[in-house]
């Protein structure tokens, strides 16, 4: 049974930090590509950053160079650093994991930026 916890999320103002994480459980994180997705009210849920299982990483346009995206083997954890924030990175924010073309997803953790 595979089992994506996010933890992190939180309140900051704009240009702070924060750290998102993702506990797997049932799925090895560096064997498959896991990502983070977020969704803000009354938007689409978008893509926001992946890690392969080589490591590659990748990022939507709007977060890049601000936010970054790792992962300890040791733990199993994904996580997703976010720097100058800014309150349009306002969202609750889900973890994303693929394996045989079958997709799990978390239950999101709220982040939210204030001007």
């Known amino acids: 049974q595979v089992q994506l916890v996010e933890s992190g999320g939180g309140w900051v103002q704009a240009g702070g930090s924060l750290r998102l994480s993702c506990a797997a459980s049932?799925?090895?994180?560096?064997?498959?590509?896991v990502r983070w997705y977020r969704q803000a009210p009354g938007k689409q849920r978008e893509f926001v950053a992946s890690?392969?299982?080589?490591?590659?990483?990748d990022y939507a346009d709007s977060v890049k160079g601000r936010f970054t995206i790792s992962r300890e083997n040791a733990k199993n954890t994904v996580y997703l650093q976010m720097n100058s924030l800014k309150p349009e990175d306002t969202a609750v924010y889900y973890c994303?994991?693929?394996?045989?073309?079958?997709?799990?997803w978390g239950q999101g953790t709220q982040v939210t930026v204030s001007s």
């Open positions: 049932g799925i090895i994180v560096s064997f498959n590509p």
């Open positions: 994303n994991a693929l394996r045989a073309l079958q997709a799990y």
């Open positions: 890690i392969s299982s080589g490591g590659s990483t």
